[in-house]
């Protein structure tokens, strides 16, 4: 499975947009790429998935090299609330689920 | 609607009792799973079904036994609970295993705590 790695935590402003990059250098070709969001107390809640160049949504948007080693999850003016955990996620292959990892911490301030 | 719901929210019980944690899913969705998120977050998957079928059974515990009466409900029968048992389990749901879609939905979890 591709490992992933981005940073452990962010903090930013209200209002600020917020770029969090996700290193995955053993992509496979059948691989996408998945963001998922999740606050205190409650489950992990998709925001945006693609496979090359960008994807936008009404939440995010998703930006992807065309080498596809990394992906940058970009938030636009966010609030108090977009305080959460945000998860990249590569995969899947066959029956295997997706593998969460640590996450990215994001913090944001008044 | 709850799109996936979790039962209790809540449970405290001591150790070596036997307790039972049920999820249902109104989406119509083939494939559910269980995660269990620890004290440090870290989420990992538990077991999976499809179609009432098991497909997936990481490295857990014979004390933990899925049980899907129908495709829309996958149970968690946890026996002989252990104080390392204590943590936070979600149920999810999804069209596929997993496929390119890749969208999952979680319940809101059950917080358990073994004392």
């Known amino acids: 499975l591709a490992k992933t790695t981005q940073p452990i935590s962010m903090d930013s402003y209200e209002g600020q947009e917020v770029n969090i990059t996700c290193s995955h250098n053993?992509?496979?070709?059948?691989?996408?790429i998945t963001w998922y969001q999740q606050f205190p107390s409650q489950g992990p809640r998709f925001i945006i998935q693609?496979?090359?160049t960008k994807v936008t949504n009404e939440v995010a948007s998703l930006f992807i090299p065309a080498d596809r080693k990394s992906s940058t999850l970009s938030l636009p003016r966010v609030s108090l609330s977009d305080t959460a955990v945000y998860y990249c996620?590569?995969?899947?292959?066959?029956?295997?689920?997706?593998?969460f990892g640590k996450g990215t911490r994001l913090s944001v301030i008044a | 609607d709850t799109a996936v719901s979790q039962t209790p929210k809540y449970l405290v019980t001591q150790m070596g009792n036997d307790k039972s944690i049920k999820c249902e899913q109104n989406l119509g969705h083939d494939t559910m799973y269980w995660y269990k998120q620890d004290s440090k977050k870290f989420l990992k998957i538990m077991f999976s079904y499809n179609n009432k079928e098991l497909i997936i059974n990481e490295t857990v515990p014979n004390r933990f036994s899925p049980k899907s009466p129908d495709k829309a409900h996958l149970n968690l029968h946890i026996n002989s609970l252990e104080l390392g048992d204590s943590a936070v389990y979600f149920c999810?749901?999804?069209?596929?295993?997993?496929?390119?879609?890749?969208?999952?939905?979680f319940g809101q979890g059950t917080r358990l705590t073994v004392v």
């Open positions: 999810a749901s999804s069209q596929d295993r997993w496929n390119r879609a890749g969208e999952a939905f």
């Open positions: 693609g496979y090359k």
């Open positions: 053993n992509i496979a070709t059948n691989d996408y």
């Open positions: 996620l590569v995969g899947p292959t066959g029956n295997t689920p997706l593998v």
